[in-house]
């Protein structure tokens, strides 16, 4: 050796001696054994120390395979030691490296994640022209992708295929796999769905199974990232294609995968669909690849936003008695669901139930009830909400307090909502760019838009960008006071590079095109077109049915007749009410759902990138707050011709304004348009719809639209209340409409300032003066504040009060004139 002596030297002298002996005599195949094993023992102890490499003699040493292949396998060995040995190694004249020493230091490599090694080795492999199986390049792919590094995994990729390429070998599927999950981790979507098809492609007419596919966990690894990029028409298709594949089962994850992804973009029967399906498999197996808790968790969760939280809720039940447990997730999809419907009672009592069974409610969960207490005009419960919250530790976020902020100001506490907002403002991090907005937005409906504007420049000083959402709440409260300045004084509050520029060119195109004139072929024709009149509603409806009809022997609360016992169902099955919910489905029909649970918004988000259909709103609702009808259906005409896809606001504002004007027959057709590009009908259309019928005396048919909403699941807000009231009083069906105000109450929802008002007007206008003042003793013990409506409808209550004493005092002077 050249650096020391000792121990070492020894170990060296004895293997060579060995070896020496083997070379010379006939000894046994131990005595050959044991020279290789201190020949490698001492390498290992001379590349442990100080120095590594350096402590070995190249001249003493005999350098082979097998001498290699047992030094890098060495675990005592560290692996630095192993790689400097390896490249001493290569510089070894006349000697090269084979494949199973390169997979040797390779493997020894990635379980250490010494990454950095690797490009150079194969740099060295490449050089020495060895070539690897494609299991040692699958090693290789699947460290890399561990270590989050889906760079150097596609560049080993490229270096496998052409290495294989140049030997006319054909590469491992398996290997694919790992390329697959690098790509969708990466999210290079396109590049890893071309791939993907490829290899489908390359599988067909080999159903014998002799070319494999893309194994199920790379499916769901695809299956997961399309659903994240809500890339909806491309998971459809992969999921098609392998439904295609004999040889490919879904498993238990790929079920539930595709049950929460198809029900969340509102195909509620192809979700029904895989959960039977996946009960039968589950029929067949030892009962571990049935449903389980997160199946049941996403069923619930499409359920209520299909606006079925009524079967929602006998789903939670049937999850409780199924064997399963409801974990945090569970108990918040609900609660979410219940405040969604204005089934706040409901709500309430999962909420108590949640904490009695050991679960601590989190931010998510007091913001849903909060939310939901606010709406519900149960503004006291919600601050008592609040309190507790504080109290068991939650934190409050932004959203917390923008929903108290927001809730404050329509429960007519504008003035508590302000003075949050200056105290929060002052305490740190507590408002943001959404708590701006709300205020923003109170300001412009209440007419203050200096306020508003002054806000708008504390905003900007603040950090915060003005979205679009700001940015159209100001438009149409600039536009409401026919202020004409309204772009010079965006352009000196709002300091956004990008956003006022792309503003003023839309308006600017936006009039040019109103501006251009309209084709004469286009005079006569109808810009809704449609078959019969507003009055033929309830045929429409019944044609969106989704196909999850209530048959005869299920009720509409959901449960089932006693006299028509289901022949369809197992008696033994741990969710009947699914299993039936799912046997009802028709398995070619897998439609959109036609009514959404959440409302149509009038900006979807607050970035540029959907540009078009907000502003298209934006400026439908400024148009048709200023009356200015034409000019909106020009607007929708235009937009809709350059392919911009209307959504509900958009079909909800155009008919709300038709109804509005008494054209029922106009309405009737965008409410036709809508159903056709199945857009689904939230809450708001059926508001339109039920004061239509209203308008044209149709109290009965708005009754018979209140009861089909009921039963599809739909629910009935505040608003739906109040317009349902108005028909009513305004058709002369005054019980029904007091029968309907008890309804409101007891189904959790606090009557608002509207709610009196309507109901003191109807029965004063019905002669029934001493229910008038019972309503109006009721707002007044509630609590509730009136507004102007208020005076006006106590001025004509007052008058008719003078003109019934008027009347008695004539009789009874007419009688006192008699008698005498």
């Known amino acids: 050796m050249r650096h020391g002596r000792g121990r070492t030297a020894a170990l060296y002298s004895s293997a060579l001696l060995a070896l020496a002996r083997n070379k010379t005599t006939t000894t046994t195949t131990t005595t050959f054994e044991l020279g290789n094993l201190l020949l490698v023992s001492a390498v290992v102890e001379a590349l442990s120390k100080n120095g590594g490499s350096r402590n070995l003699d190249e001249d003493s040493i005999p350098i082979c395979e097998s001498l290699v292949l047992q030094v890098l396998g060495r675990s005592s060995l560290d692996v630095s030691k192993k790689v400097d040995f390896f490249r001493w190694c290569s510089l070894r004249p006349n000697y090269k490296h084979s494949a199973k020493a390169y997979t040797q230091i390779f493997r020894a490599i990635c379980c250490r994640h010494h990454d950095h090694e690797i490009i150079d080795l194969l740099n060295s492999m490449k050089r020495d022209g060895v070539v690897l199986d494609s299991g040692t390049f699958k090693l290789l792919l699947d460290a890399f992708i561990q270590m989050g590094k889906f760079d150097f995994a596609l560049e080993i990729l490229d270096h496998m295929e052409e290495e294989l390429g140049r030997s006319s070998s054909c590469l491992n599927f398996d290997v694919y796999n790992s390329v697959l999950v690098a790509l969708v981790r990466k999210e290079q979507m396109g590049l890893a769905l071309s791939i993907f098809f490829k290899l489908l492609e390359a599988s067909n007419g080999n159903d014998d199974g002799s070319c494999a596919i893309p194994d199920a966990i790379v499916c769901n690894e695809l299956f997961v990232a399309l ?113 969604k419907s204005y089934r706040i009672d409901d709500a309430i009592k999962i909420f108590s139930e949640m904490q009695y069974n050991g679960f601590c409610p989190n931010n998510v969960v007091y913001n849903s009830l909060l939310d939901g207490l606010l709406k519900a005009r149960r503004l006291t419960e919600a601050c008592q909400l609040f309190e507790k919250m504080v109290e068991d530790g939650v934190r409050a976020s932004c959203w917390t307090y923008n929903i108290l902020i927001d809730g404050l100001f329509k429960n007519g506490r504008a003035v508590a909502g302000y003075t949050l907002f200056c ?137 089932q007749d006693e006299e028509f016992p289901s022949s369809d169902t197992d008696p033994w ?138 039963k599809q699941g739909g629910y009935l807000d505040i608003v739906m209340y109040n317009t349902l009231i108005n028909a009513l009083g305004k058709a002369g069906r005054i019980d029904e409409a007091s029968k309907l105000f008890e309804q409101m109450r007891t189904s959790g929802i606090n009557p608002d300032v509207v709610t009196y008002n309507t109901l003191i007007e109807v029965h004063s206008k019905a002669g029934r003066l001493k229910d008038a003042y019972k309503f109006l003793k009721m707002m007044l013990d509630a609590g509730c504040p009136p507004n102007h409506v208020t005076d006006t409808t106590l001025d004509f209550l007052e008058k008719e009060i003078e003109k019934l004493r008027y009347q008695k005092a004539s009789i009874k002077r007419i009688n006192k004139d008699d008698s005498s």
């Open 423 to 559: 105290d929060l403002k002052k305490k740190g991090p507590f408002v943001d760019g959404i708590t701006y907005s709300i205020v923003i937005l109170c300001l412009c409906r209440e007419g203050q838009i200096e306020d508003a504007l002054q806000l708008v420049e504390e905003m900007e000083g603040r950090g915060f960008v003005v979205d679009l959402v700001t940015m159209t709440s100001l438009l149409i409260g600039l536009h409401r006071q026919g202020r004409g300045e309204w772009t010079e004084r965006l352009m000196k509050h709002i300091r956004d590079g990008n956003l006022v520029p792309t503003v003023l060119k839309w308006k600017a195109n936006m009039e040019a095109y109103v501006k251009s004139p309209q084709s004469r072929n286009k005079d006569f024709t109808p810009m809704f077109p449609s078959k019969g009149d507003f009055s033929d509603i309830m045929n429409l409806i019944s044609s969106h049915d989704m196909g999850i009809d209530i048959g005869p022997d299920l009720k509409a609360d959901g449960h």
């Open 227 to 339: 659903r994240k990029a809500d890339m909806r028409d491309e998971f459809a298709r992969v999921f098609d294609k392998l439904r295609e594949k004999k040889q490919f089962a879904l498993d238990l994850w790929g079920y539930n995968i595709c049950i929460h992804a198809f029900g969340c973009w509102g195909d509620l029967g192809m979700s029904l669909s895989l959960f039977r399906e996946m009960k039968e498999r589950s029929q067949g197996s030892d009962g571990s690849f049935g449903p389980d808790l997160c199946t049941y968790n996403s069923l619930i969760h499409i359920l209520c936003l299909a606006g079925k939280v009524k079967d929602a809720l006998i789903v939670w039940e049937e999850l409780k008695d199924s064997g399963h447990e409801p974990d945090a997730s569970t108990y918040r999809i609900i609660i979410q669901g219940c405040c």
């Open 573 to 710: 099955s741990s969710s009947p009410y699914m299993d039936r919910l799912a046997n009802q489905v028709n398995s070619n029909d897998h439609s959109i759902q036609t009514f959404s649970l959440s409302r149509g918004r009038r900006v979807q988000v607050k970035c540029v990138d959907s540009f078009d259909i907000d502003m298209v709103n934006t400026y439908l609702s400024i148009f048709l707050a200023k009356g200015k009808l034409s000019l909106a259906c020009k607007l929708f005409e235009i937009f809709t011709n350059m392919g911009v896809n209307p959504v509900s606001y958009t079909y909800n504002s155009m008919m709300s304004s038709f109804v509005k004007r008494g054209y029922f027959n106009e309405a009737w057709g965008v409410l036709h348009e809508m159903g056709e590009n199945v857009c689904p009908a939230d809450i708001a259309t059926y508001n339109v719809i039920i004061q239509g019928l209203g308008k044209m005396g149709k109290a009965d048919l708005a009754s018979a639209v209140l009861d089909k909403l009921v």
